[in-house]
Each structure stands twice: as C-alpha cells, then as structure tokens.
C-alpha cells in the first residue's frame, strides 16, 4: 500500500478528532485500519481500535 495513499486520510482523520470531546473508539475496514491505526498516534481520548473484515 502506498504510505501516501495513508498518510492523508490519517492526518484529515487526527485532526477531526481533535474536535471530540471524551472517549473515542476508532472503527476501520481494510484501508481503513491502516488510516485508524496512524490517526490515532497522539491522541490520549482514542481508547480503542476496532479492526473489522468481511467475509461471507
């Protein structure tokens, strides 16, 4: 996967929570992980990831 293509999602997705207020669950699904896990970085309100996939 292209660090880039992560990158920004993470950073437009860390600076969103900075607006939250309280306790945070981060929930994300295939590109989605790689951009929670990042996201969340330096954040002390995120207090779990939640990593799902589908199959059938």
Do not use: C, Q, T, W
């Not at 207020?21 to 954040?43: E, M, Q, R, W």
């Amino acid at each position: 996967m292209n660090p880039k293509a992560v990158l920004r999602p993470s950073r437009r997705s860390a600076s969103a929570l900075k607006n939250v207020k309280g306790p945070v669950v981060l929930v994300g699904h295939f590109h989605g992980g790689s951009v929670i896990s990042d996201a969340d970085a330096d954040n002390p309100e995120v207090k779990a990831l939640v990593y799902f996939g589908g199959s059938p």
